[in-house]
């Protein structure tokens, strides 16, 4: 029978005043204990609504039917048939939204943490220093994928599983895309990042680091170099701004461009080569889970305090609430209903402050979400030192500006004739933030996934 508790195990974590003084990871995973109490609270329905939910299709039922058994491998074996990254998908996957959104245990109580027990199934194979899969016998066709990202990694993954000789070229110098540049380490250690890369390596894939497609390579010499088919995991990397007054002085940085320098240059250490600005107060414009990451990285640089602006409410936030809720834990202060309209700077140009106008909701807008109005006469200045916008990325126009027949939407976003992810030239595919604009790293894996099966089903038909 199962364990009708109608709450979740509760995940150890750090202490707030302890954690946002380091950068290890905050949460820090069920025990043996935890993992088999917590699995046994599932029901293992028969109609799977959570496997519904999944964008990479996990058989969540049945791994968490092995962990209650203690059958451990089992269930790292159910998740590895459907995820390539299931350590990250553990970590960062929004699944309240999702898996857990539609869990029946959720309609009376609290959803069965499926999220936390993938992560500690993950965490338990690696433990284990388990052998690797075996390499699977060639099936003597080639396809390249460009982007070592959460999407691009997924359709390199599975592509190997089926035999094809894969080459990831990444632009960067090290492989895993926002996974690498993007997360911090206390959300998702790298260690765990670079363990799940030597995994595809093992099934074979090759990454070709330091490539940037678009001038060192062109999608058209992929081909001629005898690549039959090409998926574009490209990611979208290119900050935007508001167009505010006083956005180029020092102290302002994208939210990119500050993560990037953190997480993959390791600013943060004593005598890092590529050291980043110590804060006294901080100003993060916006409300999204890259907010919530920027914010607390720079309290963990030592900022006496630091702000989360946003223009709507707490409850219009985009962020997964376990992020806004560690932020709060942490110290972070919230200026909802909050829009900034200047940055100040002093006689040597930089940041000394923040000029920002207080919002209402009005009526939704086309997004669903109530329209933020300013109110006139409710300007105030906030003591700053440092501006980190956090407002959105797009995708980087080189790949489709050098390539004929690639087409993109307004948005600079690649166009797909469905979630096979056939982009507008034949033999291309796409997927991930390259196409939907910034969005969650399991929704990029599935699509990653999506167009493995369909460049596998094309060069079968190609003969």
């Not at 930089?350 to 006139?376: A, F, H, K, W, Y």
């Not at 993109?408 to 796409?430: F, H, K, N, P, Q």
């Not at 939907?436 to 399991?442: D, E, F, M, S, Y």
Request: contains cysteine; hydrophobic residues 35%; negative net charge.
């Amino acid at each position: 029978m199962p364990d009708m508790n109608p709450k979740k195990t509760p995940m150890p974590a750090q202490a707030p005043d302890v954690r946002n003084k380091n950068f290890s990871e905050v949460a820090l995973g069920y025990t043996r204990e935890m993992a088999v109490g917590e699995a046994k609270r599932c029901l293992n329905c028969k109609n799977k609504p959570c496997v519904s939910a999944c964008p990479v299709r996990i058989d969540i039922p049945a791994f968490i039917e092995r962990v209650a058994h203690e059958d451990f491998e089992g269930a790292y074996e159910v998740l590895s048939r459907s995820t390539s990254l299931p350590a990250v998908c553990g970590r960062v996957c929004p699944q309240e939204s999702q898996c857990e959104g539609k869990c029946v245990r959720g309609i009376k109580g609290e959803p069965v943490g499926i999220g936390r027990l993938e992560r500690f199934v993950a965490d338990w194979h690696r433990a284990q220093k388990s052998a690797p899969a075996a390499k699977p016998a060639p099936n003597g066709h080639k396809v390249a994928v460009i982007g070592a990202g959460p999407s691009g990694l997924t359709c390199a993954g599975d592509l190997a599983k089926l035999g094809y000789a894969v080459t990831i070229f990444e632009a960067l110098h090290l492989p895993g895309g926002v996974l690498s540049y993007g997360i911090p380490e206390f959300r998702l250690p790298k260690q765990i990042v670079q363990e799940e890369i030597d995994g595809l390596r093992a099934l074979g894939v090759e990454i070709e680091c330091n490539t940037v497609v678009g001038k060192t390579l062109t999608v058209d010499e992929l081909f001629e170099m005898g690549y039959e088919a090409l998926f574009i995991g490209s990611g979208a990397g290119l900050p935007r701004f508001m167009g505010i007054p006083g956005e180029s002085l020092k102290g302002v940085y994208s939210a990119n461009e500050y993560l990037t320098r953190i997480n993959l240059m390791k600013a943060y250490l004593p005598g890092s080569a590529t050291p980043i600005k110590h804060s006294r107060r901080v100003a993060v414009v916006g409300g999204g889970n890259v907010a919530m990451d920027a914010a607390r990285c720079a309290k963990r640089l030592g900022a006496e305090e630091v702000f989360i602006v946003y223009r709507r409410g707490l409850e219009e936030m985009p962020a997964r609430r376990e992020e806004v809720e560690h932020a709060q834990e942490e110290g972070i202060i919230f200026h909802t209903l909050c829009n900034p309209v200047e940055v100040l700077g002093d006689e040597n140009g930089n940041v000394c402050g923040m000029r920002c106008v207080r919002m209402t909701l009005g009526e939704p807008d086309e997004s669903g979400r109530r329209r933020p109005i300013v109110q006139e006469g409710s300007d105030f200045v906030l003591d700053v030192d440092t501006m980190i916008m956090s407002i959105g990325t797009s995708p980087n126009p080189l790949i489709r500006s050098t390539t004929p027949g690639l087409e993109a939407d307004r948005r600079g976003c690649l166009i797909v004739r469905d979630e096979s992810g056939l982009t507008t030239r034949e033999g291309v595919y796409a997927g991930g933030d390259a196409v939907t604009g910034a969005a969650t790293v399991i929704l990029a894996m599935g699509a990653g996934k999506n167009a493995a099966q369909a460049i596998d089903e094309y060069i079968h038909q190609k003969g």
